[in-house]
């Protein structure tokens, strides 16, 4: 049986190779950049004003000079102007093109106008003040965001500040979420007492979509044939096939064997998990992925978060990130020799550091459970006890 670490390096090493697409930049947020994004002028572009008030020569304060003509204003998307006498100033307003003949810039809150003059109210005024250069931030064609970058807020404004109409993301990969299993009936439907609503299906259209995928959602009945002819098709149909239910020991868990006869190769089956321990993972010889995921809830939900998400990520270009460390509140003991991931509610303490109290629960068909929970808490196999205090990753949710 594979530990966690082996089969989490093989879901890995088979992420999709995706595509670029261009898109408008409107819909591009939340996608994954696959082009760098360079500064097509000097920014700022211009040596520009960053406060209201009046642009002067500097010397003229240094010559002690404190009272000025206005004559005249400078306002921001108008061409600059020159400032021709060095004993008067201009008027100008935050965002304009610094007047020619000026280098400094006095706030009003530090002035007094009347009569068509300016008198400064403070002596400390630096050369330069108040006046964002030409070029301080970036130089043209420097690199401001590079490939590989989720297109945030931030990334989205350098984008358009930069004329990027048109951005170059990584393809969303199609999947299919398949729920299995005669006891599962639709939402909307009123089970019979031997029956459960589909659950697994919607979970996991929540994670894959926020990071970026399209999904569809299906069922198939617990018939192997039904189900080989249907999935036969979506094999040609999606880049990837995520099944819940299936692939356990039971008479009714045909995934396996199914897939077998599609020509899926199985990678792994089994890994030395709690929960979790059933999960399948198979590609095909046509670059399809497909992972079999446990049916009990909170097995799905943890697969999805330490295999299913990072997986997705690394196929769309996003890079691993390391997940944070937290520290148990109280002890806990676990015996059989499997990583466990524990249930967990993630808190900060005074100190600045995350704190995982563990949370009672029924096992792996507890999903209600999950309404309380943050993330799960990684326990390493080669331990029973764990103490107090002790730090150990944390696969978060929210």
Known sequence: MLS???????????????????????????????????????????????????????????????????????????????????????????????PLGTDTVVRYEDLRIADGFAELQIDDIQPGQNVHRRATDRHQHDELVPGGTLLGPAEMAVAASVGKATVWVSKRPRIALISTGD????????????????????????????????????????????????????????????????????????????????????????????????????????????????GNPVSTFLCAYRYLLPWLKASLGLPAVQPPVARLTRPISFLPKLTYFLPVSLSVNPEGSWQAEPLPGSGSADYANLLRCDGFMELPPDRTDFNANDAFPVFAFR
């Open 4 to 98: 966690v670490a082996e089969a989490y390096s093989i879901v890995l090493n088979h992420s999709l190779g995706l595509p670029a697409e261009p898109v408008p930049l409107g819909q591009a947020a939340g996608r994954i950049l696959r082009e760098p994004l360079t500064a097509d002028r000097d920014l700022p572009p211009f040596d520009r004003v960053s406060m209201d008030g009046i642009a002067v020569l500097h010397q003229a304060l240094a010559n002690g000079q404190r009272r000025f003509r206005v004559a005249g204003a400078q306002f921001a998307g108008k061409p600059v102007q020159t400032l021709a006498d060095e004993t008067a100033c201009l008027e100008v307003m935050t965002g304009a093109m610094l």
């Open 183 to 294: 006891e599962l009936v639709d939402v909307a439907e009123t089970p019979e007492p031997y029956q459960i609503r589909r659950s697994n299906t919607y979970l996991l259209q929540t994670v894959l979509e926020k990071a970026g995928a399209e999904t569809a959602l299906l069922h198939l009945p617990d018939e192997a044939d039904t189900m080989e002819t249907a999935l036969k098709t979506l094999l040609t149909d999606f880049d990837a096939l995520v099944l819940s239910g299936g692939v356990s020991a039971g008479k009714a868990d045909f995934v396996p064997a199914v897939m077998e006869r599609l020509g899926v190769r199985q990678r792994f089956h089994q890994v030395a998990q709690r929960p979790g321990k059933p999960l399948w993972f198979g590609t095909s010889d046509h670059g399809k992925v497909v992972f079999g995921l446990p």
